[in-house]
């Protein structure tokens, strides 16, 4: 199967000058529709086509046929290579330019009307002032181009936990990814046409075309823009091709935007992977987990554990909504379709599940590319290819001296393709969560599991997320760099106030049906510099762990910084993990925790006192805690 057909079959347009007759459809027509909403709406294009002056105008319908054609039209301009059917069917890798490779943060604005609402961890720009800057750098700016509207839904069309927009683009290879990251079609211009609210979103690569003038295998521009107005609900993307500066669903509206929606609506957007656990009685549990980049997210969104039994389905790989229900449970969905991952260091060995998913109808993106016309990354496969052709279309060899793919390559790839995808996954209602893990990549301090004490504390432990920024010395505490609840770049006002909407939320659930919280770390080294824990498939082990407390099954042992495991409880069948470095997996250190307060109070400093006293509170019973053990 293709990528064009995991869209809905539509018939090719008619010849010029042929009349449609019953054997043809056009596509990329205004659709034929009436509602308010739609008033709405087509104005907005028109306004957005007079500034940008494309032209033509295209309204995506997320048909299988408009896929099909513009897959194969980016393979004529030389803006994608078609892969090896044999190998990798229905499959193409795009390469972008050289500059334009990652998330552009230092370009990435919230334009709110007070800077405070943006917060210390945001670039805040005056709204007034960014719309005079970047407007006239979208005059024009799609000349030469087509001008594609691509109604999109978050999450199952209609669901009570889903939102829509609609993306504004002039980028072909921008649609067919939102097309497998996000609902596209005529049922969210249904639900526009019934007065639903949306957001808009407006990008462009910032290069237009003069008349006659070849267009680049990937058009950017050097300047770049990526800015949202929180009041307004907008997003607006210049410049940039590349991943989540295009594909607006994303980073920008699914996290950005929908924290402000969700904390204007007593809900939460969060950076998280979303799985269900499965225990050898064929009990269900489900659990959202967040961490920063490089600290094992995606392995655990498709974890295989290894202990028998114990089975593992994925919901959701890197965003979840949360809404309090009226049960008192705390309710999740994945308003997302796709997956959108890092290529390099997913490979056999440490996520096979990701690779099996993999298989096909996949658009790649600076990764290597073989011989036989398959794709190649650095920890695919434990064997170098003998010679590939690189990113940038260069010829390549083990001892070039550079990486075949970038670090920051990437697949697209629709979820439902992952072979331990949940049945279902993309359920309107969603899950009820019974846990939240919270974990950075720390080589000291942080135990390989512990629980918090209750929500407040969970919001605290969420606080404090970070990982060390280089290997920590023995005996010290390493630069830290914070990344709280895993959102430092992605929510979309004043993170203070966001800690303080997550005590907010955390008021609405019913004491006994809240998600219990967890902090955990796989990345602990001893004083030899090695890692303690063998992570990957035995993390299962804590997981394990994690759902017999919730059940009530284990105890646990009370210590300053919450609740840890006794070691005799850990399932540790079929691995060695001797009892000393165990014993040092859990170890509370006072001293060094209390330097470790020390900072937690410097970052909260730079919140301009608007950290909630909560967690002021929660950092002065840790520092008594602490010095109470310091002194025993």
């Known amino acids: 199967m293709a990528i064009a057909d995991l869209f ?60 099909e054609a513009l897959l194969r039209e980016q393979v004529d301009e030389g803006k994608l290579i078609k892969l090896n059917p044999e190998w990798r069917p229905g499959s193409y890798l795009a390469r972008s330019h050289p500059s334009d490779v990652a998330r552009t943060e230092g370009r990435t604005f919230i334009a709110s009307e007070r800077e405070e609402d943006a917060g210390p961890t945001n670039n805040w720009a005056n709204p007034a002032e960014m719309r005079a800057t970047i407007t006239p750098l979208f005059e024009g700016s799609m000349r030469g181009r087509t001008m594609y509207v691509v109604p999109f839904s978050m999450g199952a069309v209609g669901g009570p936990l889903s939102h829509i927009g609609v993306q504004i683009t002039d980028s072909a290879y921008a649609v067919t990814s939102i097309g497998i990251m996000t609902r596209v079609g005529a049922e969210v211009l249904d639900q526009i046409a019934a007065g639903k609210p949306w957001v808009k979103t407006v990008h462009t690569v910032g290069a237009p075309l003069e008349p006659g003038e070849k267009d680049a295998a990937w058009p950017c521009n050097d300047e770049k823009y990526i800015v949202h107005y929180p009041e307004t609900l907008e997003v607006w993307s210049y410049g940039s091709g590349y991943g989540g500066n295009a594909i607006l669903a994303k980073k920008c509206f699914a996290l950005r935007i929908a924290s402000v929606i969700g904390r204007d609506e007593g809900w939460l957007a969060e950076h998280m992977l979303l799985i269900r656990v499965i225990s050898p009685e ?32 994925t919901l959701g790989d890197d965003i979840a909504w949360l809404r309090p229900g009226d049960d008192g449970r705390l309710w999740a969905i994945n308003p997302e379709a796709g997956f959108f991952g890092v290529a390099p260091g997913t490979g056999e060995s440490t996520n096979v599940t990701a690779v099996e998913t993999l298989w096909g109808n996949t658009i790649f993106t600076n990764v290597a590319l073989r011989p036989d016309g398959d794709v190649w990354w650095e920890g695919l496969t434990d064997d170098v290819p003998a010679e590939l052709t690189d990113w940038e279309g260069n010829p390549w060899t083990p001892d070039a001296g550079r990486p075949a793919a970038h670090p920051n390559s990437r697949f697209t790839v629709s979820a439902a393709q992952c072979p331990q ?23 000291t301090n942080v135990p390989l599991v512990v629980e918090a004490t209750d929500w407040t504390h969970g919001v605290f432990l969420g606080s404090n997320i970070s990982s060390e920024r280089t290997a920590a010395a023995e005996g010290t505490v390493g630069e830290l760099r914070r990344d709280p609840f895993a959102m430092l770049p992605f929510c979309g006002y004043n993170m203070a106030d966001y800690f303080g909407h997550w005590l907010k939320v955390g008021q609405k659930l019913r004491f006994d049906r809240a998600p219990r919280v967890f902090q955990v770390n796989w990345f602990r080294k001893g004083a030899d510099g090695r890692f303690l824990w063998p992570g990957f498939g035995d993390n299962s082990r804590v997981i394990d762990w994690i ?47 209390l330097q ?28 008594y805690r602490l010095r109470l053990a310091q002194s025993a």
């Open 8 to 67: 809905t079959r539509t018939a090719s347009a008619p010849a010029e000058g042929r009349s449609a007759g019953a054997a043809y459809r056009t596509y990329g027509a205004r659709p034929v529709r009436a509602g308010e909403g739609l008033d709405e709406l087509f104005a907005w294009v028109d306004e957005i086509a007079a500034l940008t002056q494309p032209d033509r105008i295209h309204w995506v319908d997320g048909s299988r046929a408009e896929n």
């Open 282 to 313: 064929g009990k269900k549990y489900h659990l959202a987990a967040a961490f920063p980049s490089a600290c094992g997210k995606t392995n655990l969104a498709m974890l295989r554990p290894t202990i028998p039994g114990w089975r593992v389905e």
């Open 421 to 443: 995808i949940a049945a279902d996954w993309d359920a309107p209602e969603g899950v009820p969560l019974d846990g939240i893990l919270f974990g950075g990549r720390r080589a």
């Open 547 to 593: 759902i017999r407390r919730i059940e009530g099954k284990v105890p646990a042992v009370d210590s300053p910084i919450g609740r840890l495991p006794q070691t005799s409880d850990l399932n540790l069948d079929g691995i060695e993990v001797p009892q000393e470095d165990l014993d040092a997996l859990f170890e509370i250190d006072p001293a060094l925790w």
């Open 596 to 623: 470790e307060t020390d900072l937690t109070e410097d970052f909260y400093r730079t919140f301009d006192g608007k950290v909630p006293p909560a967690l002021y509170a929660e950092l002065a019973a840790l520092r």
